[in-house]
């Protein structure tokens, strides 16, 4: 008896069992051509996604959907949540250079407001300048030993600061590469290498070298240093400064009355090569503060103020020697600058030392560590910091700059030791009567 032939296993009726089977209570999922599975599903709003990435097994593909479905049964699923896995997907293929770009044009610092113009143009000359080959990589595939070897080469240039703020930039990028799904864990692992330690320290001007530096600059630019050093503004605040925003207050009793300058710091200019002067907000909402200047430079503003700005609120302090209403370019301060600083003996003074020296003749006065930081509209990172409150003794703690600086003393003198107090009264009074003869109660 013959025996039966079997039925061939790719007849139309297997294809459809087969595909039966394959079929899922909820998505699909497919197989790709390499061997690996690929989720989808159908949202409410008649719009296919798929997951954010392929799956070595059935099962685990499987895992995601189910955890999709929880999430559309509790009501909790979002397209926003739902797009954002087919963008973590999209962003597994881009390279870090444009992503690192595109971050850079949509950061925005811890207070929601955009990063400063010219922070912005440095990140993005760091990008293109110092990323490289980095930056030609694809995100998903950068590993820590791609950016420990990158970061060892750019140290080795010598470039210890610019190596450390590049770092922290591509640091911050990562992070937010984790936050879009684009990578799991961020490669940058490099210990300290947002740290830089170059051994340079400010060196600050002596009041010495400082009376040499008015003695010697042109008149016209006193109220410059002035403003650099017992105000310890930035050089682009002194820049931005108008005639709106030098207070002078009449103050005291009728019989000690005094005048008190205060500075009200709310803005800034920068220069950008390509865009000019660019007016910002300070660095943080600490930097917008209000400075009393040590009385003993009133006259020096005061004569600049009624001798060389205009009468309209918005004059500036400081305007281009060429006037108009010009912000003054760096390039003509260090004209005057640089032959002053000289003759003081100090070539290596920045503007910004001046600011160190106002801030270690505020220290001086006893201003506690938050008046400094208020002063200078610095955020101290100091979680403790933040229970401490001013004492409004900003044009006090001024006065007394004034005094020491009258003075000629570069030092607080230190207090008096403390005698040592009995730890109770009977003690206190035993030591009052050791040695003498006590007298004897009457009967």
Known sequence: MAESTPPPENTPSEKKKKKRQRRESFGTIRESSSKRFVASYMGPDGKRYRGPKSYASKTEARAWLTRVRILLDSGDWNIASASADGAAKAGRAETLGPYAEKWVMNRVKTNGEPLAPLTKKDYLSFIRRLLPPLSEKRIAIITPTDVREWNEALRATGKITQSARVYTVLRSIMDQAVDDGIIQVSPCKVRGAGNAVTGIEVKPPTAAELETIMEVIDPRFKTMIVLGAWAALRFGEVTELRRKDVLIVEEGTAKTPHTTIYVDVSRGVTHIPGQGFVLRPPKSRAGVRIVALPPHVNDIVLEHLRDRVGEDPESLI????????????????????????????????HFHALRHFGATAYALTGATIRELQDRLGHTTPNVAMRYQHTTGRGAELAAKMSELHASGSGTVAKPEGKKAKPKDKDKAEGSSKKGKKQKQPKD
């Open 318 to 349: 400081y305007e281009a020697m060429s006037g108009g209403g010009r912000h003054l370019a760096a390039s003509t301060w260090t004209d005057y600058w640089y032959p002053a600083r000289e003759a003081a003996g100090r070539g290596d003074l």
